[in-house]
T-cell receptor
Framework: LAKTTQPISMDSYEGQEVNITCSHNNIATNDYITWYQQFPSQGPRFIIQGYKTKVTNEVASLFIPADRKSSTLSLPRVSLSDTAVYYCLVGAAGNKLTFGGGTRVLVKP | EADIYQTPRYLVIGTGKKITLECSQTMGHDKMYWYQQDPGMELHLIHYSYGVNSTEKGDLSSESTVSRIRTEHFPLTLESARPSHTSQYLC???????????????FGQGTRLTVV
């Protein structure tokens, strides 16, 4: 399984864009990149998944460069309710789901 | 909405008691997982299953055991609870048969276990 590295924490302010970069230098050809969000005392929730280039949904965008050795989750115009831990996972179908330490995002008023 | 349920939500129990944490999903998912998470800490995979009669140990050693007799049910059992087992236990499921990689997992609300 490809190991991922992401910042431990980030602070932001309401209305700003938050970008979290995840490094995965050993990503395999069949691996996809998936991001989850976890609020305190709740289970993680799927945000977005991608293989290459850019993926956008109603919640976030995911940017993946051509070499796929990193990816950036972009949260546009964050609000206080976006304060959470964000996890980057790399894997393929059939892999077990292993979470790393995640990035703790604090959105301030 | 995810249809995965964990009971109980909260459990306070004495040392030495046997406990079973229940996890059920109605989505027909083959893959199910148990995670252990302490407050403010990362999620640790302790058990997973690829389907009926399949169980595997996860990345973190655990004294708990699991069974998978039915697709929808994946209970976790502690034969003799100890204070060191105090934690939050999260159950999840995913569907490996979808066209996309099955890395989209759905999580239950968790069981917060306190052993006194």
């Amino acid at each position: 399984l490809a190991k991922t590295t992401q910042p431990i924490s980030m602070d932001s302010y309401e209305g700003q864009e938050v970008n979290i970069t995840c490094s995965h230098n050993n990503i395999a050809t069949n691996d996809y990149i998936t991001w989850y969000q976890q609020f305190p005392s709740q289970g993680p929730r799927f945000i977005i998944q991608g293989y290459k280039t850019k993926v956008t949904n109603e919640v976030a965008s995911l940017f993946i460069p051509a070499d796929r050795k990193s990816s950036t989750l972009s949260l546009p115009r964050v609000s206080l309710s976006d304060t959470a831990v964000y996890y980057c996972l790399v894997g393929a179908a059939g892999n077990k789901l292993t979470f790393g330490g995640g990035t703790r995002v604090l959105v301030k008023p | 909405e995810a249809d995965i349920y964990q009971t109980p939500r909260y459990l306070v129990i004495g040392t030495g008691k046997k406990i079973t944490l229940e996890c059920s999903q109605t989505m027909g998912h083959d893959k199910m997982y148990w995670y252990q998470q302490d407050p403010g800490m990362e999620l640790h995979l302790i058990h997973y299953s690829y389907g009926v009669n399949s169980t595997e140990k996860g990345d973190l050693s655990s004294e708990s055991t699991v069974s998978r007799i039915r697709t929808e049910h994946f209970p976790l059992t502690l034969e003799s609870a100890r204070p060191s087992h105090t934690s939050q236990y999260l159950c999840a499921s995913s569907d490996p048969h979808s066209t996309d990689p099955d890395t989209e997992a759905f999580f239950g609300q968790g069981t917060r276990l306190t052993v006194v």
